[in-house]
């Protein structure tokens, strides 16, 4: 059982740093000024607006922030200015024991797959994938997903019940833990101490802009290392902007996905609103979730937000 982070309340402070890819002051300030709006206080990291290249300052600076923010007693959650690339770098200087005796909600998607794997295998602790803080109320794209993220950290539970109709979907019905991220961050950390355990648990999956044979070879991977094999059921989000050769790989990526589970017998749902999309609604990975798959997809979270 993963712990769930303790919920907060108005006043509470939420942390922002950069792990990965640079940000500027004008990409932050909607989100900040929406969180700030919600009731909460910010704490910027701080080399939040350093740049080395494409990345919010160095290896160690990028570091610093975030064990300073993991450490900070004050900090109750800590929202990810981005993705883009850059967690692997520093994934293996951080030390998370502190989080241990004091959780707290860590907010993000894309790269930060590898933290929410990491966390994940080693440390027992829920997480929140979800819109960033520079995808934070862009035109109000994500205003709905936006809402959900302080739903989910204040204490409310969560479901999700989905007009699906993709026609290769799976029917059917499965309870377990939710984990996963992005396809090609899972792809990347095999056989590394961040590689993400599968079996026995719903796996969620979304990429983008990607070729589709790099779709195909990755859900190999998956497979021959026996990934797909004992999931209680699998979710597949946003596959967006996938790209082809001049000789057509002659699948879509849902189809390609489909295929490599196709001798498996658990529930599949294609087109779950959630990864590189305008509707990336937030899932708590980590948590105990009951899938069911018909008509509707229905993702129901199974902890108590009331203890």
């Given at each position: 059982m993963k712990i769930i982070p303790p919920f907060l309340k108005a006043?509470?402070?939420?942390?922002?740093?950069?792990?990965?890819?640079?940000?500027?002051?004008?990409?932050?300030?909607?989100?900040?000024?929406?969180?700030?709006?919600k009731g909460f206080q910010v704490k910027e990291s701080e080399h939040l607006y350093n740049s080395q290249n494409q990345f919010s300052g160095s290896d160690e600076e990028r570091a610093n922030d975030?064990?300073?923010l993991i450490n900070d007693p004050e900090v109750r959650a800590i929202i990810f200015a981005?993705?883009?690339?850059?967690?692997?770098?520093?994934?293996?200087?951080?030390?998370?024991?502190?989080?241990?005796?004091?959780?707290?909600?860590l907010i993000g998607f894309s790269d930060v797959t590898v933290l929410h794997s990491h966390l994940n295998i080693h440390h027992s602790i829920c997480t929140l994938h979800a819109p960033m803080m520079i995808n934070l109320m862009i035109d109000k794209r994500n205003e709905e997903a936006?809402?959900?993220?302080?739903?989910?950290?204040?204490?409310?539970?969560?479901?999700?019940t989905e007009a699906t109709t993709n026609y290769l979907n799976r029917e059917g019905s499965c309870e377990g833990e939710l984990v996963g991220g992005n396809l090609s961050l899972l792809y990347a950390l095999a056989g590394t101490?961040?590689?993400?355990?599968?079996?026995?648990?719903?796996?969620?999956?979304?990429?983008?802009?990607?070729?589709?044979?790099?779709?195909?070879?990755?859900?190999?991977?998956?497979?021959r290392s026996g990934k797909l094999k004992n999931?209680?059921?699998?979710?597949?989000?946003?596959?967006?902007?996938?790209?082809?050769n001049a000789i057509p790989f002659g699948?879509?990526?849902?189809?390609?996905?489909?295929?490599?589970?196709?001798?498996?017998?658990?529930?599949?749902?294609?087109d779950f609103p959630a990864g590189h999309i305008d509707r990336n609604l937030p899932l708590v990975f980590g948590a105990n979730v009951k899938l069911k798959v018909e008509k509707n997809v229905d993702l129901t979270f199974l902890y108590d937000s009331a203890s």
């Open positions: 006043g509470d402070v939420i942390g922002i740093c950069a792990p990965a890819r640079k940000v500027s002051p004008e990409e932050m300030k909607d989100g900040i000024a929406w969180l700030t709006q975030l064990q300073t981005r993705g883009g690339y850059g967690w692997v770098r520093i994934i293996d200087h951080l030390d998370f024991s502190s989080l241990e005796k004091n959780p707290k909600w936006a809402n959900k993220i302080i739903d989910v950290i204040t204490g409310k539970n969560i479901r999700y101490p961040s590689d993400l355990v599968t079996e026995n648990k719903i796996l969620f999956i979304e990429d983008l802009d990607e070729y589709l044979y790099h779709i195909d070879r990755m859900m190999m991977q998956l497979k999931l209680k059921g699998l979710i597949i989000g946003g596959m967006s902007d996938m790209r082809d699948k879509s990526a849902v189809e390609i996905i489909s295929e490599a589970v196709a001798e498996y017998n658990y529930p599949v749902c294609f």
